[in-house]
């Protein structure tokens, strides 16, 4: 995993995908993969390791509707957040496209700062769900359940609701350092009785959890006045 969000962008349109990738990508916070229809997507979904935060559909697919589409990956079992782009608002069409599962509507012509917004917010709304999964190194990452999962060795760890916090304000920062100060801020609160050795013995235990080595820190490292993830690390180490 890169500090980037992997968000699928599945539309006929190559001159509305291309614009859309860029502007993803300006920030740094985001990467597309781009789909031209229908049968693109789940190819993309469906290969080897791929893994998307979110998805952008467009309504008008070479080789079907994208509502059509959109009820099918639910069928399938597809959590993420998916936003809807079409020519119309009227609302029966937006009411279709919510009923097949969408997590949002968007009109077009649209915004993009709208759009993105209304991304942000959707990613949001699913990291705080039950849904939501994330991976991390060789684990799977279940905030929600506050467990791990390393499927190679079958083996789960149970985190306390702190590491898990830890884990994922980390995870959420991608490989950028995360000053102490800021992590005991989000994780804790502004409470005056709690100090960074606190932080400190959490990061201690948790790297007991979960690096093969936890005295050579390669997944969860210190950097810069804080800390900050590494998962490719623990793949170079293995």
Partial sequence: MSGERPILIVDDDSALREMLAEQLGVAGEFVAVEAGSAAEAEASIAARGARFDAMILDVGLPDGDGRDLCAKLRRNGLKLPIIILTGSDDEMDVVRGLEAGANDYVAKPF???????????????????????????????????????????????????????????????????????????????????????????????????????PTNARLLLTEGGGYRLDPEGVRAAA
């Fill in 111 to 213: 915004r993009l700062a709208e759009l993105f917004a209304r991304l942000r917010a959707q990613l949001r709304m699913f990291e705080n769900s039950e849904d939501a999964v994330f991976s991390i190194g060789p684990y799977t990452f279940r905030p929600s359940a506050k467990l791990l999962q390393e499927p190679q060795r079958n083996r789960r760890i149970r985190l306390t609701e702190k590491e898990a916090a830890i884990l994922k304000f980390l995870y959420r920062a991608g490989t950028q350092p995360v000053a102490r100060q800021v992590l005991l801020n989000e994780v804790w609160g502004y409470n005056a009785a709690v100090t960074t050795h606190t932080l400190e013995t959490h990061i201690y235990r948790l790297r007991q959890k979960i690096e093969p080595d």
